[in-house]
């Protein structure tokens, strides 16, 4: 049984006939979650029988190494499983000033947005807290810095599995000692656990996955739109602000000729009017969608850009990183199908409450 997963508390509670199980639980919960500690043999301020009965019965972690790949960039990215055949991703990204991470909330997605390699390959289940938090700890064992930022945007869309990721995201802070702050969780703008997620009043970090700001461009890309069109998703992200006091940002996909228009850039203005937020451009990353899908050229994405700050919005632009591992969310798990089964692609979308 592994133990990532368990508070103090829980941990205590496996063992009711031990009189310092309180003590041992909190010992425990300092070792796997404060020092990433993947051997209970490191543990050295707990009893050595202690440590035999913890070896012999548990294990810290249920994640697996299928695959790890180490990008000429310092990017690592590990392809992991439970010892079956549902794999899921996890990308390990050290800046010169800091380093951050990008996790996996599900086992593939079923939102179906038509350019995503996670979304074309289909859906198997939710990720459990455990194996939420066990990506970061697996990461953390793999560099002596410290991963100071974690961002939800591998595989899976988070505000699906809204229970555990809220489980995850206080073990991430209460035990493992992130800032809020440093936690971003993106979604493709599922609005009734946007609200949901606004009750919580997490100081995290939230983003939209906008893409674009005409219906019929973003109902072709993301199916979800069908349900809760462009207006709806950034009221929806507006009210989350008020609500939580957190700046939320957008996500902007620049796929050439679909995305990439002067009009959309345009369209962006009045929509996004009042929110001074960061709104990140991200060059399409190449993946055979059948659609024929494909990056704008530089000189389309910087004026696309010009447009946006010459109305004084705050914009930014992600840097590939990786490109020789195939870091980009879902690429990996999608190469990997020789060896583990493919998922069943018939997406099914979530009933609307
Ligand atoms: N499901 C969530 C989070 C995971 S996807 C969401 O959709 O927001 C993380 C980000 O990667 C999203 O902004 C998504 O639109 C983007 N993405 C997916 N496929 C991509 C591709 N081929 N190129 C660039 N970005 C992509
Ligand atoms: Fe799922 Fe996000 Fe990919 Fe859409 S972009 S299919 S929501 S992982």
Same mark, same amino acid.
């Given at each position: ?9 829980? %941990? ?7 009189? @310092? ?63 079956? &055949? ?71 869309? /988070?505000?699906?599995? %809204? ?9 991430? *802070? ?36 906008? *893409? ?10 993301? /199916? ?32 050439? @000729?679909?995305? @990439? ?23 399409? &990353? ?9 990056? /704008? ?57």
């Amino acid at each position: 049984m592994p133990l990532i997963g368990l508070d103090s508390v829980e %941990l205590a509670a496996l063992f009711p006939d031990r009189k @310092d199980a309180k003590m041992r639980g909190k010992q425990l919960a300092h070792h796997i979650y404060t020092r990433a500690e993947t051997d209970f043999n490191n543990m050295q301020d707990l009893p050595k029988d202690f440590r035999e009965v913890l070896a012999e019965n548990y294990k810290i972690s249920p994640l697996e190494i299928a695959t790890h790949r180490k990008s000429v960039d310092g990017v690592e990215k590990l392809l992991v499983h439970n010892g079956d &055949n549902q794999v899921y991703e996890c990308v390990l990204l050290p800046y010169k000033d800091r380093v951050s991470c990008c996790i996996s909330s599900q086992v593939g997605c079923p939102m179906g947005c038509t350019f995503c390699a996670t979304g074309l390959g289909g859906f198997d289940r939710n990720l459990t807290a455990g194996e939420i938090v066990g990506q970061y700890l697996l990461l953390q064992s793999l560099t002596e810095r410290r991963i100071s930022h974690v961002v939800f945007m591998g595989m899976g869309e /988070p505000l699906l599995n %809204l229970k555990n990721l809220i489980k995850a995201l206080k073990f991430l *802070h209460e035990d493992i000692g992130l800032s809020y702050r440093h936690l971003t969780v993106s979604t493709v703008g599922l609005v009734p656990q946007i609200k949901e997620l606004a009750k919580e009043r997490l100081p995290i970090h939230l983003a939209l996955s906008l *893409h674009s700001p005409f219906d019929e461009v973003r109902d072709r890309l993301m /199916p979800v739109n069908q349900k809760w069109p462009v207006r709806e998703v950034v009221r929806a992200m507006r009210d989350y602000q008020t609500t939580t006091s957190r700046k939320v940002t957008f996500e902007y996909l620049l796929i050439k @000729d679909v995305t @990439d228009t002067p009009e959309q850039a345009k369209a962006l203005i009045p929509l996004l009017k009042g929110m001074p937020n960061v709104i990140n451009l991200i060059p399409f &990353n190449w993946v055979d969608t059948g659609n024929g899908f494909a990056r /704008p050229d530089r000189d389309r994405v910087r004026h696309f850009r010009r447009i946006l700050e010459q109305a004084g919005m705050n914009v930014t632009e992600r840097t590939e990183r990786g490109h020789d591992i195939a870091a980009a969310c879902g690429q990996l798990a999608g190469q990997h199908q020789g060896k583990f089964a493919r998922r069943d692609s018939s997406a099914q979308l979530p009933q609307r409450s």
